[in-house]
């Protein structure tokens, strides 16, 4: 398994979140085995830059509950920002089910990992996804609520920086990264290639999911902070060195309730540089959205998108009338009433397994 190497240089961003909900990405009802993962050195990433806060009015769901994040487009395929509980059916292997819980995502805490590819094909772009994200963080985060961390990849995945709900710390570490770090003479051929689904991988168990990410999601033992997890990834979607495939990094997000964004970006914005199938696929698989800037102004406008996609979801909560844990994958599906021609985006279900 390779891990996060620190340096002196030292992001992904929503997500379903339940009591550990698992997607399929295939048909198959049963969660694919990982692979024999690589022995290799392993370095703890770091520590957030401040505690949670225990804030009053963060959301907390009973632990009995399957939390579902979903987006409504209207006919025209514009975010619908006015949709009620009333309006909304759900259901579970075809079964509905009792809403417990519905609110506008708008007031969930936002965690979000944005991950740059520092690959030779996005050398000479750099700046311009420096600038756009920096935009980005400001306008979406609220300090002390929501939490960000910035990684890149090539060959091997590095954490620039951890888990943080202060702005100035992650603009300050996209600042730092330069040119010159797409190409370092001192580095061995483990650095050299694109390892994206181990990027996606190991930024999810080693950012969204450990230790620091269950200290700021996690209540008592009755209760949770619901958080939207979610990754931003710059990339031309072309991977040449990983060992996992991207089901099975795919397969890792859904687990922790992870929407992923890849923002499609070649050399100079040449759209032919571009993997456009695998990046729709990531973010169809998620729950996310791809984007395909072809200038400056399409970056800034896709990291916008992002920023009010996240603020105009929903989440609705409710106790399966299943409750066996056994493994299985439950097919979930949401459906809006009276409104011909709008779309529900949402994930498609979750493993029932012992740690929900």
């Known amino acids: ?13 929503i997500g379903l979140v339940s009591l550990s909900p698992v997607f399929s990405i295939a048909q198959d009802k049963r969660p694919a085995k990982p692979p024999q993962q690589p022995q290799g050195k392993t370095k703890k990433p770091a520590q957030p830059d401040q505690e949670p806060d225990q804030d009053d009015g963060v959301i907390k769901l009973n632990t009995e509950l399957v939390d579902v994040v979903f987006t409504v487009l209207d006919e025209r395929s514009r975010l619908a920002g006015d949709i009620k509980q009333d309006q909304i059916d759900i259901l579970e292997d075809g079964v509905p089910q009792q809403v417990k819980f519905f609110d506008k995502n708008s007031n969930v805490p ?32 609220r300090p002390g609520k929501d939490y960000g961390s910035l990684v890149t990849f090539r060959g091997e995945t590095e954490l620039v920086q951890g888990l943080t709900s202060n702005i100035d710390r992650l603009t300050k570490s996209l600042r730092r990264l330069k040119r010159d770090l797409v190409f370092r003479a001192d580095e061995g051929p483990e650095s050299q290639g694109t390892s994206l689904y181990e990027a996606i991988r190991i930024t999810t168990d080693e950012i969204l999911q450990d230790k620091t990410a269950k200290r700021i999601t996690e209540g008592d033992d009755q209760y949770r902070y619901v958080i939207r997890r979610a990754m931003v990834i710059l990339t031309d979607g072309k991977d040449t060195t990983s060992q996992w495939t991207m089901k099975q990094a795919l397969e890792q997000a859904n687990r922790a309730g992870i929407l992923i964004y890849p923002i499609g970006i070649g050399d100079n914005f040449r759209f032919g540089d571009v993997d456009s199938k695998i990046l729709n ?21 896709a990291f916008k998108e992002i920023q009010q996609e996240l603020s105009s979801q929903y989440v609705i909560g409710y106790e399966p009338k299943n409750n066996r844990k056994d493994g299985t994958f439950r097919k979930v599906e949401i459906r809006l009433k009276d409104r011909p021609g709008w779309q529900v985006v949402h994930r498609s279900g979750y493993f029932a397994t012992g740690n929900n």
């Not at 990992?113 to 772009?125: C, P, R, T």
């Not at 973010?283 to 399409?298: I, L, R, V």
């Open 281 to 301: 696929d990531m973010a169809s698989a998620t729950g996310g959205h791809a984007y395909f800037p072809k200038n400056e102004e399409d970056l800034r406008a």
């Open 110 to 141: 936002i965690m979000a990992a944005l991950l740059i590819d520092l690959s030779g094909s996005q050398e000479f772009i750099l700046p311009q996804e420096k600038d756009a994200a920096e935009t980005f963080f400001q306008s979406a985060f």
């Open 1 to 13: 398994m390779k891990f996060f190497r620190l340096s002196v240089v030292v992001l992904s961003i």
